[in-house]
């Protein structure tokens, strides 16, 4: 490097782990300044609403607009997986993708946001597991769950 008067070390050489240090600090500073953001007073956000979980014990809910709704349906002993709940009417209680979700084996699981005020039906069946040619119970089990969305 060449030394000048006008840096601000003066004529004293800068090594390349000062620079690495000074320019690792700035970057450190940037990031806290960009996450500690808050909103204080009137204008603050609310904190996010927790999600609301069911299972098939359950048959009633409710969720306010903007809230999530996680269904978690298990297999009985000798029955299939229940087949993918869905909602009697989308434009109250839709579904939702959850990235985070992974179901256990005999556990299906269905995600949804309250959309508007309303009541819908959230519906699943499953059917008896029946080994290759033989006999089969002629039956299905049916779940209803009741979701009222508030606003």
Not at 119 to 135: I, L, R
Request: charged share 10%; proline share 10%; aromatic share 2%.
């Amino acid at each position: 490097m060449v030394p000048a008067p006008s840096y601000p070390n003066g004529r004293r050489r800068v090594s390349a782990t000062e620079v690495k240090n000074i320019v690792l600090l700035a970057a450190i500073g940037l990031l806290l300044c960009g996450c500690g953001s808050v909103s204080i007073g009137a204008g603050a956000s609310p904190s996010p609403t927790p999600t609301i979980g069911v299972t098939e014990q359950d048959h009633t809910a409710t969720v306010r607009v903007g809230q999530r709704l996680e269904v978690a349906l298990h297999a009985a002993n000798g029955m299939a997986n229940w087949k993918h709940p869905e909602s009697s009417d989308p434009s109250i209680l839709a579904p939702a993708v959850d990235p985070a979700a992974t179901a256990a084996i005999g556990v299906t699981l269905a995600m949804f946001v309250g959309m508007k005020p309303g009541t819908v039906e959230v519906t699943s069946n499953a059917s008896p597991k029946c080994p290759p040619n033989a006999a089969c119970p002629m039956l299905v089990a049916v779940y209803s769950l009741k979701v009222t969305v508030t606003q």
